[in-house]
């Protein structure tokens, strides 16, 4: 989070895929050049002006992608998005469907009654 100058509101900003991939990239090579892990992020992030955890965080998800470390890959993470959200326009959907056919049962059996 970044603050607003002067409001004391925080905001959040919105950084490009490039932006995370060139930072991803800066850690990385730092890493390799000083044959150590340590600071690193915290190096890249002061340099660019970034959040120190927003790096932290692409970093490591980026090492899940690369297939270094285990974990959720962006990839599955989006694709469980999407079928959360498409399970929940379908229940939505379902439930629509039951009442629909509870009123219109109810309709048939007024009128059967008659």
Request: hydrophobic share 35%.
């Amino acid at each position: 989070m970044v603050s607003n100058q002067g409001s004391g509101k925080p905001t959040t900003r919105r950084y490009s895929p490039e932006e995370k991939a060139a930072a991803v990239r800066m850690v990385r090579t730092l890493r390799a050049e000083l044959g150590t892990e340590h600071g690193t992020v915290q190096r890249v992030a002061t340099q660019l002006g970034y959040g120190i955890e927003s790096v932290r965080t692409w970093v490591k998800q980026a090492d899940v992608d690369d297939g270094n470390v285990v974990g959720v890959t962006t990839i599955e993470a989006r694709r469980m998005r999407e079928l959360e959200q498409e399970n929940r326009e379908l229940r939505r959907a379902n439930e629509i469907l039951k009442r629909a056919a509870s009123f219109f049962g109810a309709e048939l059996d007024r009128q059967h009654r008659k």
